[in-house]
């Protein structure tokens, strides 16, 4: 069992930055792959990013590639998601995911664990 839990979340301009942290509970942190969706208001959740439990490999959407940066503190059990030059569409509650028994996943359904979430809200 994992227990996740997102903070970093606010209120920021277009332009700005953020950075989200997921705090894991659970000893086999190491060996989990480790995501971040983000869902906006009446549309679907959606992948952002994802890092393998080594940290050695990530992969990002299209959307927020080159913008967006994942990466992993196993001796912290954290997991951080780096967001520069925001713009209004990435305004959305972002949720932090976890899975194993796999080397990468970004599909929703591939992940066992999910967070609550924090809202990020970017204004124009």
């Known amino acids: 069992q994992v227990q996740l839990v997102e903070s970093g979340g606010g209120l920021v301009q277009a332009g700005g930055s953020l950075r989200l942290s997921c705090a894991a509970s659970?000893?086999?942190?190491?060996?989990?792959?480790m995501g971040w969706f983000r869902q906006a208001p009446g549309k679907e959740r959606e992948f952002v990013a994802a890092i393998t439990w080594s940290g050695g490999s990530t992969y990002y959407a299209d959307s927020v590639k080159g913008r967006f940066t994942i990466s992993r503190d196993n001796a912290k059990n954290t997991v951080y998601l780096q967001m520069n030059s925001l713009k209004p569409e990435d305004t959305a509650v972002y949720l932090c995911?976890?899975?194993?028994?796999?080397?990468?996943?970004?599909?929703?359904?591939?992940?066992?664990?999910w967070g609550q979430g924090t809202q990020v809200t970017v204004s124009s």
């Open positions: 659970g000893r086999t942190f190491s060996r989990y792959v």
């Open positions: 995911a976890a899975t194993r028994d796999t080397w990468m996943a970004t599909r929703r359904y591939e992940y066992d664990y």
